[in-house]
T-cell receptor, first 106, second 112 residues
């Protein structure tokens, strides 16, 4: 089945810093989503982005489907951005990466 | 107020007992899903349903069962055959099979 790899596994930032999270996948996909899992376990939809670029406030995402990767950019990070960020891709079924754990320090 | 609800938030059971987790949505979505999350890992698909009275196994269906008698509801039963049932269970729904998925708040199941 399709493999999904996220990097880095852990990231520690100072408040105000920018970051880039990466998601590589091993086969063509029908769709791709980015989620933020908060400390209570709730998965919050960030982007539905099978291809192209989208922006929402301080967050933006780019998926290059032909090269099988997606990037999530977080600018001017805040402590509330802390949590785990998941990439999920849909080929036959939805596959999640292992996540990037982000800690933003004040 | 549209959304996906899961109950209860925490559930404790003795080994050998079956337990049913509830998932309800009022988004009028056709497709519903169950995932399992173990500590420090991503989500894995247990079962999904594209339409009422139809469901398909995901990657880790062994030891679980589901039903889809109503569009709004997709309960998951964790049977005594599931060897390691302690986990965080998340339900999701989408307009259709390949569309954006939305998640409920999850149920943390502990079996001792």
């Amino acid at each position: 089945g399709i493999q999904v790899e996220q990097s880095p596994p852990d990231l520690i930032l100072q408040e105000g810093a920018n970051s880039t999270l990466r998601c590589n996948f091993s086969d063509s996909v029908n769709n791709l989503q980015w989620f933020h899992q908060n400390p209570w376990g709730q998965l919050i939809n960030l982007f539905y982005i099978p291809s192209g670029t989208k922006q929402n406030g301080r967050l933006s995402a780019t998926t290059v489907a032909t090269e099988r990767y997606s990037l999530l950019y977080i600018s001017s990070s805040q402590t509330t951005d802390s949590g785990v960020y998941f990439c999920a891709v849909d080929s036959n079924d939805m596959r999640f990466g292992a996540g990037t754990r982000l800690t933003v320090k004040p | 107020d549209g959304g996906i609800t899961q109950s209860p938030k925490y559930l404790f059971r003795k080994e050998g007992q079956n337990v049913t987790l509830s998932c309800e949505q009022n988004l009028n979505h056709d497709a519903m899903y169950w995932y399992r999350q173990d500590p420090g890992q991503g989500l894995r698909l247990i079962y999904y349903s594209q339409i009422v009275n139809d469901f398909q196994k995901g990657d880790i269906a062994e030891g679980y069962s589901v039903s889809r008698e109503k569009k709004e509801s997709f309960p998951l039963t964790v049977t005594s055959a599931q060897k390691n049932p302690t986990a965080f269970y998340l339900c999701a729904s989408s307009i259709g099979r390949r569309y954006e998925q939305y998640f409920g708040p999850g149920t943390r199941l502990t079996v001792t």
